[in-house]
C-alpha cells in the first residue's frame, strides 16, 4: 500500500501564484474535493497571494447579493395569509365556507327572528356533516386543481390532507359551536358541545375511508348514513328532538365517539402512504 499523498505547503503556493505544472495542478484539485485539511491550506495560501484581495471583494459582493435576495423573498404578511389560505386548500376558498355562514346566520335568525324552537336541535344534528363538505372540497382530484402538482411534493399527501382537514375543523368548530350555545335551549337536548366528537370522529373516518375510495366519496357516504341515521328521523319528525341524546349525549355516547376516533385515527396511519399516489376513482 502506498502512503497517503497530501498537498505540501510549497505546492500550494506554486499552485496560488500559478506556477505549478499541470499534472501537480490537476492532482491538487482533484485532492481537495476530498481532503479538508489540504483544501484549508491551499485556500490559505490563495488568500495570502496577489489575488486575494480580488477574491475577497468577490466573495463579499457575492454574499451581498445572496442577502439583498434573500430580504426580497421575506413574505409580507399579507402574502404569508394568502399562502395560508392556499394550504387550507379550496373549502375555505369557496362556496363551502359560504354555506357554513349562511347556515349559522340562518338558525339564529330562525331561532330569534321567527321563533323557531327547534333550531338548536337542528343544528347539533346536522353539525357533524359540515366538516364532511369541507374535507370533500379540499383535497382530491374532483376538488382541487393542483392536486396533481401537491401530491409530487414533499409536502403533498397526507400532510396537506391533514393541514386542509385541521383548517375545515378550525372553522367549523368555533363557528357551529358558538352558534349552538346562542340558540334557545330546549329541554332534553345535548349541550352545544355535544357535536365535537362525532364531528371528529366522521371527520376521521372519512380521511381513513377515502384513503381505499377518495375523499370525495367517502365523505358522501359518511355524511349521508348521519342523515338516514339521525338528521333525517329529525327532520322529518315533529317531536323527534329528545332522540339526539342517544347519539351525543351521556358517558356512553361519548366515550363510543371517542373510541371511534381513535380507531379511525389508527387506521389513517396504517393508510398513510395510499395518499402519496394520484387517485384512481
Known amino acids: 500500500m502506498t502512503a497517503p499523498w497530501h498537498v505540501t505547503e510549497s505546492l500550494a503556493a506554486r499552485y496560488a501564484a500559478g506556477a505549478a505544472a499541470e499534472p501537480d495542478a490537476w492532482s491538487l484539485e482533484k485532492h481537495v474535493e476530498v481532503c479538508g485539511g489540504c483544501a484549508a491550506r491551499v485556500s490559505a495560501a490563495v488568500r495570502a497571494g496577489g489575488s486575494g484581495p480580488v477574491l475577497a471583494d468577490v ?19 399579507a402574502s404569508r395569509w394568502a399562502r395560508a389560505l392556499w394550504a387550507a386548500g379550496p373549502a375555505l376558498r369557496g362556496a363551502w365556507l359560504v354555506a357554513v355562514l349562511a347556515a ?6 330562525l331561532a330569534y327572528g321567527a321563533g323557531f324552537q327547534e333550531a338548536r336541535p337542528v343544528l347539533l344534528a346536522v353539525a357533524p356533516m359540515v ?103 329529525l327532520l322529518g319528525r315533529s317531536g323527534a328532538t329528545a332522540e339526539l341524546a342517544r347519539y351525543l349525549s351521556g358517558p356512553a355516547a361519548q366515550g363510543g365517539w371517542a ?23
Do not use: K, N, Q
Not at 340558540?183 to 332534553?188: E, H, I, N, R, Y
Open 259 to 281: 373510541a371511534a376516533a381513535v380507531v379511525c385515527a389508527g387506521l389513517l396511519v396504517l393508510r398513510r402512504r395510499s395518499f402519496d399516489h394520484l387517485e384512481t376513482l
Open 59 to 77: 466573495r463579499a459582493a457575492l454574499l451581498e447579493t445572496v442577502r439583498a435576495e434573500a430580504r426580497a423573498r421575506v413574505p409580507s404578511p
Open 131 to 233: 366538516p364532511l363538505g369541507g374535507v370533500a372540497v379540499s383535497y382530491g382530484r374532483h376538488a382541487d386543481p393542483m392536486y396533481e402538482i401537491g401530491v409530487a411534493t414533499p409536502s403533498g399527501g397526507l400532510r396537506l390532507l391533514l393541514t386542509r382537514a385541521a383548517a375545515v375543523l378550525g372553522v367549523c368548530v368555533p363557528l357551529l359551536t358558538a352558534a349552538g350555545a346562542l340558540l334557545p335551549p330546549v329541554s332534553g337536548v345535548p349541550g352545544a358541545a355535544a357535536w365535537l366528537l362525532p364531528g371528529l370522529a366522521l371527520t376521521l373516518a372519512t380521511l381513513a375511508l377515502g384513503s381505499f375510495v377518495g375523499c370525495r366519496a367517502a365523505a358522501m357516504t359518511l355524511a349521508g348514513g348521519w342523515l338516514l341515521a339521525v338528521a333525517g328521523p
Open 104 to 109: 349559522v346566520g340562518a338558525a339564529v335568525a
